[in-house]
């Protein structure tokens, strides 16, 4: 008697593709789901620490980081700014340092505007693993694309800097209140020795590379 092959039926071939569909598709729209979480985490920050900003001026006359009263407030090992309308240093400065754009984060915190160590300067991280930083001004000396304070978020990439950008602003990298600046794939970190934000942004003929995941990005939005 012939041996009887064994093998799948078409109709459990088809069952088993199905079920491959249907764990592929949780699959994507699971990192939908945490892609679109960064991105309102991103947009809320950039928004959350811009109202901050501005009820630290309703409520000291100056901006954090800036605020020459700050160590009579809250004791001689708070650093005080200049006041001079303006903040020093960059978005990635020396977490040992004592620039203005530092003691910026101290300020909110110690205010209660902010939550964290209020004993720390520390900047934030972001929802990609980046900093959150604060300078004053973008783009290079000789063509300043954006003038007065702006918040940055660095280490982006092209799919969460344009969604922001298009949520925020005009969804353009070199147009708007809101900029980008590429960082050539290289992450940013605290005290990075090359603050990309002072150099000329990245042209807006093609928009964002969001399709390469290894292109970062370093978003600046007025204040």
């Known amino acids: 008697m012939p041996n009887k092959s064994s093998g799948f039926t078409l109709v459990e071939i088809a069952i088993v593709l199905v079920i491959i569909g249907l764990l592929l ?6 990192q939908e789901l ?3 979480a960064k991105i309102r985490r991103v947009a809320n920050d950039l928004s959350g620490i811009s109202t901050a900003i501005y009820a630290y001026q309703d409520r ?3 901006l954090p980081g800036d605020d020459s009263g700050a160590s009579s407030r809250w004791g001689a090992g708070v650093a005080n700014g200049d006041r001079g309308g303006t903040i020093s240093g960059d978005f990635c400065g020396d977490p040992n340092g004592t620039a203005e754009s530092l003691s910026f984060w101290r300020h ?3 205010s209660g505007l902010m939550e964290g160590d209020s004993a720390s300067s520390e900047q934030p991280q972001n929802a990609q693993g980046g900093i959150l930083g604060v300078q004053t001004a973008s783009g290079p000396a000789s063509a300043i694309e954006i ?5 940055c978020a660095s280490n ?6 344009e969604a922001v950008d298009s949520q925020l602003d005009d969804g353009k990298p070199g147009s708007g209140s809101l900029r980008a600046y590429s960082q050539n794939k290289t992450p940013v970190a605290r005290g990075c020795a090359v603050n990309v934000t002072r ?5 807006n003929t093609l928009g964002y ?5 290894t292109e970062l990005y370093t978003i600046c939005k007025s204040v």
């Open 147 to 151: 003038g007065g304070l702006v918040l």
């Open 25 to 30: 598709g949780g699959v994507l729209k699971g």
């Open 156 to 161: 982006l990439t092209g799919k969460i800097a």
């Open 60 to 62: 000291y006359k100056a």
């Open 199 to 203: 150099t000329a942004s990245v042209a």
């Open 34 to 36: 945490i892609n679109n």
């Open 108 to 110: 909110l915190r110690l």
């Open 209 to 213: 590379n969001a399709a390469d995941d």
